[in-house]
């Protein structure tokens, strides 16, 4: 090829190896690679070298875990990138895509639902735990094997909580169990153990293998060990009830915990096993989220008693210094989302109804919408949107920077678990009535629970349809179905695809 024959490449009046000029087109940007390919022949095939396009790829974080090898055409696959990203942007502003409700009618009435990258776990009043991998859209789910064996008389205890990472998933019972599972083998668990009374938070780590249960007074720490054998690793006492429980991701070492409970901050290390973070008589906790080296939460402060509003406080969890108290609001704090959010910012709910985007840099609030009608019960936000759920059972999705609402979607349970990453969103709706009234005794009728039991959506914005097919299943009806609406106008009356 011509590249092959070029040694020297003319740089004005002088000579220079092809490496040495290579090595100078490194610090051109993609605009000026594109003016440089217009000199010469020469300078064409230096400005589309593949190790530039490579680079530049990299630094725009696209592809990240691939090699120089992978592609033939570099600067074409950084285009098809841009490209992507564009197009999933106003796939997102316009809800364009698919939905699916992810529904398990025999499990009852929904207790609590967390994600991982897309996979989704569900646990239920009949004690069911219950799996979906939502990257493919005809994957059926895996019932987790109980606690229970099968010679076990009587009803199953209902599932408290459920949390799930890249590689394990992990329930704790009404009953006090707490059962782990591998995402890797077989539907039995792994590794189960006991508290003595009921279960009050649950903690998975963000990665690896590290679960944590509060229960009484207690805190409970498990983990494997060298050899792969589960082992508890902690137990930390503590002097009040756990309302929070959260395991500091990417420490090296004995894991770490933030546990909440009523109006004291605990970081329970190994090393330090009693330690308060942060402690203020009579002003509890509302809401904590902990990233790598800080920790945020809510704290009610009874403005209208002492004329001081309710805030979010940020510590650093190396020093246990304060770092900023955020926001003055007359309602409680009830969501905050710190891990997920970009560098610098983080994302609060409130009982008084509005979301507000907190610059860690600064003490007021850069955004602040005013969301739902019954107070914030979950956020997440990423660079240009902010997802938001309500207690009234609407998610609204916003574009921070123009502060305007995008669309919203409602169904009738309080959303307690919202999701996203950069194609797809999970939102699960869950009921605080867990005996309904209306549904009935016997256990198998079903048809009372569809109204009780809960829904978990599924939203895919990287599908590629054309522009009739770009309307939502939801409002894609037929006279089989009892409802139909119609968002995208993409048919004449709601019924016409009979």
Same mark, same amino acid.
């Not at 950084?78 to 895509?97: F, P, Q």
């Not at 059962?179 to 649950?202: C, D, K, T």
């Not at 210094?321 to 891990?339: A, W």
């Not at 678990?417 to 969103?425: G, I, Q, R």
């Given at each position: /090829?011509?590249?092959?024959?070029? =040694? ?13 000029? #290579? ?5 051109? &940007?993609?605009?000026? #690679? ?40 570099? $600067? #074409?696959?950084? $285009? ?23 529904? *398990? ?18 646990? *239920? ?53 707490? /059962? ?18 009921? %279960? ?37 006492? %503590? ?36 330690? %308060? ?29 002492? =004329? ?6 940020? *510590? ?6 304060? #770092?900023?108290?955020?926001?003055? /609001? ?9 891990? =997920? ?92 009535? $867990? ?41 894609? /009806? ?11 106008? &993409? ?8």
């Amino acid at each position: /090829s011509f590249q092959n024959e070029i =040694n020297e490449v003319p740089f004005f009046d002088i000579q220079l190896p092809y490496e040495l000029a #290579l090595k100078i087109f490194h610090y051109l &940007g993609k605009t000026e #690679l594109g003016r440089c390919a217009q000199v010469s022949r020469t300078w064409k095939v230096l400005a589309e070298d593949e190790v530039l396009w490579y680079r530049l790829c990299q630094q725009e974080g696209y592809l990240l875990d691939t090699s120089i090898s992978d592609h033939s055409c570099w $600067k #074409l696959a950084l $285009k098809n990138c841009r490209a992507r990203e564009r197009t999933l942007k106003t796939n997102w502003k316009n809800r364009i895509g698919a939905v699916s409700q992810l529904r *398990y009618e025999l499990g009852k009435i929904l207790c609590d639902v967390h994600s991982c990258d897309g996979v989704v776990i569900a646990g *239920y009043t009949s004690g069911e735990v219950r799996l979906w991998d939502t990257r493919t859209w005809d994957y059926t789910a895996p019932i987790l094997e109980p606690v229970h064996g099968p010679g076990d008389a009587g009803p199953q205890p209902h599932v408290s909580f459920v949390r799930i990472n890249s590689s394990l998933a992990v329930a704790a019972y009404e009953d006090g169990t707490v /059962s782990v599972w591998s995402l890797m083998f077989g539907r039995e668990p792994i590794h189960r153990y006991q508290h003595n009374q009921r %279960i009050q938070a649950l903690a998975l780590g963000s990665e690896g293998a590290t679960v944590a249960t509060a229960s009484g007074f207690e805190v409970k720490v498990e983990s494997p060990n060298d050899r792969g054998f589960w082992q508890t690793t902690e137990t930390f006492e %503590i002097q009040k009830l756990v309302n929070f429980l959260n395991l500091v991701p990417d420490v090296t070492g004995s894991p770490v915990t933030v546990a909440a409970a009523e109006d004291i901050v605990y970081l329970l290390k190994a090393e330090d096993p009693g330690k %308060i973070l942060h402690s203020v008589y009579g002003q509890p906790v509302t809401c904590l989220d902990v990233s790598a080296h800080e920790a945020a939460f809510g704290v009610k402060t009874f403005g209208w008693l002492l =004329n001081e509003p309710n805030q979010i406080l940020l *510590y650093n969890l190396e020093t246990s210094q304060c #770092l900023k108290k955020m926001g003055n /609001s007359i309602g409680d704090f009830t969501c905050v989302n710190l891990q =997920n959010s970009p560098p610098n910012m983080l994302v609060t709910g409130n009982k008084d109804r509005r979301v507000r985007v907190f610059d860690l840099r600064k003490s007021e609030s850069l955004c602040s919408f005013y969301a739902h009608q019954l107070g914030v019960s979950a956020v997440q936000m990423d660079d240009w949107k902010i997802v938001s759920g309500g207690e009234e059972g609407l998610v609204c999705v916003w574009d921070q920077r123009m502060g305007t609402k995008l669309w919203e979607m409602h169904a009738r349970h309080p959303v307690r678990h919202v999701w996203f990453n950069s194609h797809s969103l999970i939102t699960a709706n869950i009921p605080d009535e $867990k005996t309904p009234r209306g549904a009935s005794i016997t256990d198998d009728d079903l048809t009372a629970h569809r109204k009780h039991q809960g829904i978990i959506y599924a939203y895919e914005f990287s599908v590629d349809q054309l522009a009739v097919e770009s309307i939502l299943p939801i409002c894609r /009806s037929s006279y089989d179905e009892v409802t139909g609406y119609n968002y995208n106008i &993409g048919l004449a009356v709601p019924y016409d695809n009979i």
